[in-house]
């Protein structure tokens, strides 16, 4: 399974879309990053694309007016995240990057879901054999 690692531009377009939280931390995870809100992720990157966990309702109407992408490695995308359309992340008019605004709201929209659902509990430290 290949992973596509982020490049800086990626991962600065990430955090500029992700909702300026005191809640949200935004972790490295294995040469990308993901944001968390009561430690779930509501929104991860993988190479250039963003992907979101959103209601089921949230997500029908994102599937079906856009041009989504498997969130994750081709041969394993993760399943319950939506990856945002790629071509959000072209350049727009006057040099400006894809549809950020779009992005943003979409990510909002994550955030406040996963920031509903119960905290994860940390996990049990595991025993020396």
């Given at each position: 399974?290949?992973?596509?690692?982020?490049?800086?531009?990626?991962?600065?377009?990430?955090?500029?879309?992700?909702?300026?939280?005191?809640?949200?931390?935004?972790?490295?995870?294995f040469?990308?990053?993901?944001?968390?809100?009561?430690?779930?992720?509501?929104a991860?990157?993988?190479?250039?694309?963003?992907?979101?966990?959103?209601?089921?309702?949230?997500?029908?109407?994102l599937?079906?007016?856009?041009?989504?992408?498997?969130?994750?490695?081709?041969?394993?995308?993760?399943?319950?995240?939506?990856?945002?359309?790629?071509?959000?992340?072209?350049?727009?008019?006057?040099?400006?990057?894809?549809?950020?605004?779009q992005?943003?709201?979409?990510?909002?929209?994550?955030?406040?879901?996963?920031?509903?659902?119960?905290?994860?509990?940390?996990?049990?430290?595991?025993?020396?054999?």
């Amino acid at each position: 399974m290949e992973m596509a690692n982020a490049s800086d531009e990626a991962k600065e377009r990430f955090r500029s879309v992700v909702p300026d939280n005191p809640g949200v931390v935004v972790k490295p995870m294995f040469g990308n990053l993901g944001a968390f809100v009561n430690g779930n992720m509501f929104a991860g990157l993988f190479g250039s694309t963003i992907g979101l966990k959103l209601s089921d309702a949230d997500r029908q109407v994102l599937e079906s007016t856009e041009r989504t992408v498997p969130f994750g490695p081709a041969e394993r995308p993760m399943g319950g995240y939506t990856g945002l359309p790629e071509v959000w992340n072209t350049e727009g008019e006057g040099g400006r990057g894809g549809d950020d605004a779009q992005a943003s709201a979409w990510a909002e929209k994550a955030f406040e879901y996963v920031a509903g659902l119960p905290p994860k509990a940390p996990k049990a430290a595991k025993s020396r054999k």
